[in-house]
Nanobody, 126 residues
Framework: QSQLVESGGGLVQPGGSLRLSCAAS????????IGWFRQAPGKEREGVSC????????NYADSVKGRFTIDRDNANNTVYLQMNSLKPEDTAVYYC???????????????????WGQGTQVTVSS
């Protein structure tokens, strides 16, 4: 069964760091654009970051630029999201998703993704 599984979430103080992982099983991530999204209570799910199939291109939401870094290890079938200088407004459930294409444009829009993980909770609070 093909699935994406996120891990690495937790409770962290403002200014802290977390590294999220998105592991694929049942298929290989190689060849697909992968995105990270988040959804806070009462808000729409929003794009956070995305990475091209080769890892050569990345994109970030303005709210996380300079603080978050996305990268991928195709050999280990995993995509990561390093989150530094976390703020309370980063609190959300974080999801990774697979876009069934190598097309990278507009990769922060959730409509282009057809497979989602179950999410991992990130809470930033003192």
């Amino acid at each position: 069964q093909s699935q994406l599984v996120e891990s690495g979430g937790g409770l962290v103080q403002p200014g802290g760091s977390l590294r999220l992982s998105c592991a694929a099983s049942g298929f290989t991530l190689d060849g697909y654009v992968i995105g990270w999204f988040r959804q806070a209570p009462g808000k729409e799910r929003e794009g956070v970051s995305c990475i091209s199939s080769t890892g050569s291109s990345t994109n970030y939401a303005d709210s996380v630029k300079g603080r978050f870094t996305i990268d991928r290890d195709n050999a280990n079938n995993t995509v990561y999201l390093q989150m530094n200088s976390l703020k309370p407004e980063d609190t959300a459930v974080y999801y990774c998703a697979k876009r069934p294409s190598t097309l990278f444009s507009l990769c922060l829009l959730r409509q282009w993704y057809n497979a989602w993980g179950q999410g991992t909770q990130v809470t930033v609070s003192s």
